[in-house]
C-alpha cells in the first residue's frame, strides 16, 4: 500500500461542473495536508493547505479532511478548461523529518 | 512565499559529462528538496538537505550528489552523464518546522544523449 494514495485518471468533467478529487494516507499521524497543482511540463504549484479536520475554502477551491478516515478531497467549483492539469495530493510524515510525500496524482480534464 | 531559482531550464548533453544543475532561493529556507520527475509519472525524492552541511539520499536512488555548503544554495552533480539520468529535476524549499509548505522551482529538463 502506498503511503498517500490518488487515482490517476483521468478525471473528466464538463465546464462548470464541480470536480471532486480524493486523497488517502496511511500515516494516522500525519497533522498537515497539501494541494499542488501541476500544469504539463511544469512544476508543482501549492494551491490549498489544510491543518484541521473539516473544509477550508479559497476562491472556487475547497479542501476537505477527516482524520479519522485518512481522507482528504480537493473540490473545486465551476471548473474552467484552466484547471486542466495534474492535482498532486501531498502529506507531511509525521515522523521527525517532516518530509512531504506526494500521491501519484490525478489528472483532471475539463472539457468546454 | 519563495523565490526558487534553477539553472539550466534546459540541458542536452553527451553521455559521460559531468553536468551541476543549480537550486538557489532568497528566502532563506532551512530544508530544501530535489525531486526527479519523468514526464506524466511521479515526483521521486531523491535528496534532501535540512540546513548547511546536511544532506540525505532521498527515496530514490540517484547516482547523483549534492552539496549544501550555504542556506541559499543547493547545487546537484552527475559525474558522468548517461541517457538514464534524462528527466525533469525539480527543487524546493520549505521553512523548517512541520507544518510549513514547501515550494518549487521551475525545473531542469535534462536530456543526455
Known amino acids: 500500500q502506498k503511503e498517500v494514495e490518488q487515482n490517476s485518471g483521468p478525471l473528466s468533467v464538463p465546464e462548470g461542473a464541480i470536480a471532486s478529487l480524493n486523497c488517502t494516507y496511511s500515516?494516522?499521524?500525519?497533522?498537515?495536508f497539501f494541494w499542488y497543482r501541476q500544469y504539463s511540463g511544469k512544476s508543482p504549484e501549492l494551491i490549498m493547505f489544510i491543518y484541521s479536520n473539516g473544509d477550508k475554502e479559497d476562491g472556487r477551491f475547497t479542501a476537505q479532511l477527516n482524520k479519522a478516515s485518512q481522507y482528504v478531497s480537493l473540490l473545486i467549483r465551476d471548473s474552467q478548461p484552466s484547471d486542466s492539469a495534474t492535482y498532486l495530493c501531498a502529506v507531511v510524515s509525521s515522523g521527525n523529518t517532516g518530509k512531504l510525500i506526494f500521491g501519484q496524482g490525478t489528472t483532471l480534464q475539463v472539457k468546454p | 512565499e519563495a523565490d526558487i531559482y534553477q539553472t539550466p531550464r534546459y540541458l542536452v548533453i553527451g553521455t559521460g559529462k559531468k553536468i551541476t544543475l543549480e537550486c538557489s532561493q532568497t528566502?532563506?529556507?532551512?530544508?530544501m528538496y530535489w525531486y526527479q520527475q519523468d514526464p506524466g509519472m511521479e515526483l521521486h525524492l531523491i535528496h534532501y538537505?535540512?540546513?548547511?552541511?546536511?544532506?540525505e539520499k532521498g527515496d530514490l536512488s540517484s547516482e547523483s550528489t549534492v552539496s549544501r555548503i550555504r542556506t541559499e544554495h543547493f547545487p546537484l552533480t552527475l559525474e558522468s552523464a548517461r541517457p538514464s539520468h534524462t528527466s525533469q529535476y525539480l527543487c524546493?524549499?520549505?521553512?523548517?518546522?512541520?507544518?510549513?509548505?514547501?515550494?518549487f522551482g521551475p525545473g531542469t529538463r535534462l536530456t543526455v544523449l
Open positions: 524546493a524549499s520549505q521553512i523548517a518546522g512541520q507544518a510549513s509548505k514547501q515550494f
Open positions: 528566502m532563506g529556507h532551512d530544508k
Open positions: 538537505s535540512y540546513g548547511v552541511n546536511s544532506t
Open positions: 500515516d494516522r499521524g500525519s497533522q498537515s
